[in-house]
């Protein structure tokens, strides 16, 4: 019984330890007891074996881990798919991006969210640009934003611009104005500041509406006074203590041009495009929480039925900037490589970094609409993507800081070795001289005498160490130790390895790492973008072939 638990242990060990980089026994214990019920029985045994076992094999390099998991086989467990949001009637969802930065896998969580919740109801998502800020907004962030959806698979049933409905947007802010719920406030942003601090009206609250009109056409010619919604001074909650909900902004717009100076803020803005378009479930980050507030209280001064209001927490990744204002300044300084850097949370920069949409897409289902704020580490979501990859990336040799070992007795030879040990995706072959190259690490941890095997060719024996190394083929036997190599016709390669970009919650000037070395030249063959797998090394994506050079980035 102890053996049988112990190998029961060991491999849900080996699996959580695969998935997350290191095992915990608190995530461990319960699988054991489903597959062993009368450990159970005995829990400080249990308990003693699961933490012995975690201890030796959060030791083990990775690649051993992943070794000794292949000897286990896991069930999968049919789950039955429960709907995000049960609705009835057709359902209209929106995913309303301000063009104003390249879109992040919180932009992913967000527009996963409101694309599901619409396909499950059989209804259509709406992306709509909320673009009434021409001070930030860019057609280059409108075009990243939408070749970012396609790439992660979002559909959208139609596409609209807030921008091109600010004249009906005129129209309901005026007519807020006439009702008496809105006002023109000419006093300076210290004095609205203020006044929402001391909950005193500021002298504009008293204005007719007559007179409001008379302002806001001043503002339509570029007069810089503020649209503020007349809410309740004394609320406990700050936001209704007479919100600004537009703004006069001179700056050209990407797409409006000159044609308007007054933008509605967003919560002014929102509120009558949901309408316009007919939304049913508005799906907004933990963040709005305060602002639902006064989206309610602009509908109903509008006139407007609300749509269901749906909160969800915002997706932040541990050591990556998710926010536009701290991505922004890395790149426009040149801290990083540019949008599509693969250490950046962005889509181009996960695409880059060998990241496929279907993890994306599980990773950021698997919170749902929980309000609990969380910050996973890149690992849950790069172990996500390990098993999405597997079965399909190509499998190479990659020699890091590669040594040249001549062969003694060498048998010149094509070898013919599968580009997967598991699935039957085809061959490659090499041409084998008397020289190939090992890396140095590999050759650092032998001494002369001690047989290797080079993996998928033939056991060698180490004759000669030294500067020129020397190596003699001998017959085949079980070898402990097989490394990989690559022949004398190979590719010069570089690997990018991304790592962590804050440290402490400030840029990391250490955070990308380049290992040089020689691939297999096969792998100048590969389409750009494709992702292979480097054996004892890891998943990489093909990111340049030029000037004679591989260059790969580090995915997993």
Not at 101 to 117: E, F, M, R, S
Not at 170 to 183: M, V
Not at 479 to 488: A, F, G
Request: glycine share 6%; net charge positive.
């Amino acid at each position: 019984m102890n053996m049988d638990l112990k190998k029961t242990i060991r491999k849900h060990v080996l699996k959580n330890a695969f998935d997350y980089g290191k095992a915990s026994p608190g995530s461990v214990v319960g699988k054991v007891i489903a597959d062993a019920p009368k450990a159970k029985e005995d829990m400080k045994n249990t308990m003693k074996l699961v933490n012995e076992i975690v201890e030796e094999i959060n030791k083990m390099p990775k690649n051993k881990i992943e070794e000794e998991l292949k000897e286990y086989k896991f069930e999968k467990k049919e789950e039955t798919k429960k709907k995000i949001v049960e609705a009835k009637g057709k359902v209209i969802t929106r995913f309303p991006p301000e063009p104003s930065g390249y879109p992040h896998i919180g932009h992913a969580k967000a527009a996963w969210l409101d694309y599901t919740v619409a396909k499950e109801n059989d209804g259509e998502m709406i992306l709509r640009f909320d673009d009434t800020n021409p001070e930030k907004e860019k057609e280059e962030y409108v075009n990243a934003i939408k070749e970012g959806l396609k790439w992660l698979g979002v559909e959208w049933a139609k596409e609209t611009y807030t921008s091109d409905n600010i004249e009906k947007i005129y129209e309901y802010a005026e007519k807020l104005i006439k009702n008496g719920n809105a006002y023109v406030c000419t006093a300076e942003k210290d004095e609205i500041s203020s006044m929402r601090t001391t909950k005193e009206p500021l002298k504009d609250r008293e204005n007719s509406p007559k007179e409001n009109l008379e302002l806001w056409n001043e503002m339509k010619k570029g007069k810089k006074y503020v649209l503020l919604f007349k809410g309740d001074l004394k609320s406990q909650n700050t936001v209704m203590r007479d919100p600004s909900i537009a703004r006069v902004i001179t700056k050209e717009h990407y797409r409006q041009g000159t044609k308007y100076k007054i933008w509605p803020g967003y919560d002014l803005a929102v509120t009558v495009m949901d309408n316009l378009e007919g939304i049913t479930h508005s799906m907004r980050t933990k963040e709005y929480e305060l602002r639902d507030e006064l989206y309610l209280a602009l509908c109903k001064a509008l006139g407007f039925k609300p749509p269901e209001l749906i909160g969800f927490s915002r997706l932040e990744i541990k050591n990556a900037p998710i926010s536009k204002r701290l991505l922004k300044p890395l790149v426009e300084e040149g801290k990083v490589l540019g949008w599509d850097d693969p250490r950046l949370p962005t889509l181009s920069g996960l695409e880059r970094r060998g990241v496929v949409p279907e993890a994306i897409m599980e990773f950021v289902l698997s919170f749902g609409l929980s309000k609990v704020e969380s910050s996973p580490s890149y690992e849950k979501l790069l172990s996500l993507n390990r098993k999405m990859i597997d079965a399909k990336a190509k499998h190479y040799f990659f020699v890091p800081n590669p040594v040249k070992v001549k062969i003694i007795n060498p048998a010149p030879k094509l070898v013919r070795i599968s580009l997967h040990p598991k699935e039957k995706i085809g061959h490659r072959e090499i041409a084998v001289s008397s020289i190939v190259y090992i890396s140095k690490e590999d050759l650092d941890e032998t001494k002369e005498g001690d047989i290797i095997r080079l993996k998928d060719f033939c056991n060698v024996q180490i004759v000669k160490k030294g500067k020129t190394p020397e190596i003699e083929r001998i017959g085949d036997s079980i070898v402990p130790k097989k490394i990989q190599w690559v022949s004398d016709e190979y590719s010069e390669t570089e690997i990018i390895i991304p790592k962590d970009l804050l440290k402490d919650d400030k840029f990391d000037p250490k955070s990308l790492e380049i290992v040089n070395g020689y691939a297999e030249n096969e792998c100048e063959r590969l389409g750009q973008g494709e992702i292979i797998q480097f054996e004892r090394f890891g998943f990489c994506r093909l990111d340049s072939n030029e000037k004679k050079k591989l260059r790969f980035v580090f995915s997993c």
